[in-house]
Every structure is written in structure tokens, then in C-alpha cells.
Nanobody, 117 residues
Framework: QVQLRESGGGLVQAGGSLRLSCAASGSILSISVMGWYRQAPGNERELVAF???????NYADSVKGRFTISRDNAKNMVYLEMNSLKPEDTAVYYC???????????WGQGTQVTVSS
């Protein structure tokens, strides 16, 4: 089992910045990909960004150029730097950790990000 704990959400004005952090603990050797998803009210959960153990990154088109995902393998941490935030970025953001084949797939409890216009 892997436990994920997010922090860093909050309320920010449009154009502002936030940094989300996620700490992983437990059976982390099973994990190769870490990422962030988000879910707004009435919407399905969607991928924001992910990063592999070797540093490969992928972003949703809606956040490219504004968000940056990074990872500290020594500390078992993943971060999401969010800049130029827009009201449409408002959602609960979930940390995700998984193996390449999705045989192992874990979620954090989520952290609320609210962007006011």
C-alpha cells in the first residue's frame, strides 16, 4: 500500500500562483509514475500532469505553459507549481501514484484549489 498526502491548496485570485505538494509513503518501490488530477463540481476527474521516475512529463493542454510538475525521488515528493491561475482551474486536486501498468494505483484525499475572478 502507498499513502499519499497532499498540501498547498487554497484560495487565490485569478493570475495568482499556488504550489501543491504530495508526500508518498509506504510501498513506494511499486510506484513509477506520479501525477495530479483534478475534479470540478459536475465534471469527471481529469488528468492535469504526470511525471515518470526518469523525469518524463505530460501535461493537459489546458495547463501547458502555466503549470509545472516536478518530483524529488529522494524525498518521495511530487509538486505542482501553478501560475497564471484562472477561475476554470478551480477544482479538487488529487495526487496520484501508480505503476506503469496500473497494477498499482493510489490516490490522495484531495486538496481544494479555488481561483476567484
Amino acid at each position: 500500500q502507498v499513502q499519499l498526502r497532499e498540501s498547498g491548496g487554497g484560495l487565490v485570485q485569478a493570475g495568482g500562483s499556488l504550489r501543491l505538494s504530495c508526500a508518498a509513503s509506504g510501498s513506494i518501490l511499486s510506484i513509477s509514475v506520479m501525477g495530479w488530477y483534478r475534479q470540478a463540481p459536475g465534471n469527471e476527474r481529469e488528468l492535469v500532469a504526470f511525471i515518470t521516475s526518469s523525469g518524463g512529463r505530460n501535461y493537459a493542454d489546458s495547463v501547458k505553459g502555466r503549470f509545472t510538475i516536478s518530483r524529488d525521488n529522494a524525498k518521495n515528493m511530487v509538486y505542482l507549481e501553478m501560475n497564471s491561475l484562472k477561475p476554470e482551474d478551480t477544482a479538487v486536486y488529487y495526487c496520484n501514484a501508480r505503476s506503469i501498468t496500473y497494477a498499482f494505483n493510489y490516490w490522495g484525499q484531495g486538496t481544494q484549489v479555488t481561483v476567484s475572478s
